[in-house]
């Protein structure tokens, strides 16, 4: 009897042992049991996996059979073995598969006729049949593709929000990979930013402005819902326009900009400001819009001017910006293609995409629907109960679940005051002063 409590009391220390170990370092659990248990068990469990998701191919093989004979007069019947070639279910070959910090991934090789798109449409099956929180699909070479498989959500927590020490490079969040969120201006210079009420599109504009005060750049606010955005951030701002007349001036000022900086790389031979050298680069200027619908929108036909005018401004910004250091970050409740050419053309400028839980399809569609149909549907399907989750489409041509960090009002109206003296004047960037050259001749 005691022998048996002994043994009791060791398996309960050990499972207690093992609860705890996976509760407070979850990653080195992970390592050392959790992969590769669950790799013995993907490897051996992968045909029948294969087969009830569809993923397997007849071939015809010589397999070694046996086959009823003759009946013998007792009633017992003979059989006899032969090689006879039938129809068998091939499975893909798979890989060992490899760790990732949220679960692991794995290359199959496909079969003849098949494509990534087969693996897409049969994703959420392999999650349930792995027991995993998602699977993804990916390939770099024709005949071979990976499977990008999670085992938990790396969204649900996240820690703070770390420091943007890279000029025009932020760390908003962390994509579903584990890996950082980033958004760098400088590979995609312009941003469209889609989400309802509460989904976290303000939380994301928070962030950049947390992570851009710090840096020299100059920060020019879009706010057509009577400022109550930006105004807590305008010691930080150059410039804030709060109603239509002062966009249209506001855009104006920007062209302006955008002409003089031409003349500069014109006159020193560079194509873009970053090829200058950096007594001559001028500020870099990131444009935040809020509430991108409200430029559009036409109350009566006395408008309609002013809306072309307005619209035409923004797209020749995003259209040419890039290249003399002007960058866009346009929000909206409300992306539409009912609000006109302007907005579509502008969508089209702006490879960034960010896409929170929207109220209607349309958002959705014109956010992402020219980039992937499985993104839209994942986008379709985030739930209210979590603001900050989005689907996002940036340089390296994929599109990922993110989560934005929750950054406050409070905090980053601290940051504001914090680098106001960062600030520059909004008419020193429109009337700059000409940079004399640090080694005259004859020096």
Known sequence: MTDHLDWLALV???VSWLVAWRLFHPRSFWYALGYPLTA???????????LGCGLTKKRQRFWFTTVPGLIASTGVVQVKRRWQRISVDTKPW?????????????TLHLLEGQIPAD?????????HSWGAHAVRVSSDKPGRLRLHVTMRDPLVKLNNLPASPDLLKITVG????????????????????AGATQSGKSNLANALIVGLAPQPVALVGFDLKGGVEFTPYKSRLSALATSRPECTGLLDDLLGIMTDRMDLCRMAGARNIWQLPPYMRPTPIVVLVDELAELYLMADKSEKDDIAKTSTALLRVAQLGRAFGIYLFCCGQRIGSDLGPGVTALRAQCSGRVCHRVNDPETATMTLGDLDPAALDSARAIPAETPG???????DGQWYRARS???????????????????PAWEDLINPNPVADPAPKGA
């Open 174 to 193: 962390a994509l579903e990979t584990g890996r950082p969120w980033v958004i760098d201006f400088r590979t995609v210079p312009h941003w469209l930013n």
């Open 40 to 50: 013995l068990r993907v490897r051996a469990t992968w045909r029948k996996v294969a």
């Open 12 to 14: 309960a220390a050990s």
């Open 94 to 106: 798979m890989w060992l598969p490899l760790p990732t910090r949220h679960g692991w991934r794995v």
């Open 389 to 395: 989750v989005a689907i996002v489409a940036s340089q």
């Open 405 to 423: 960090h929750y950054v406050s009002e409070a905090t980053a109206e601290h940051s504001a005051q914090t680098f106001a003296h960062l600030t």
């Open 119 to 127: 693996y897409s449409e049969a994703a959420e099956r392999l999650a």
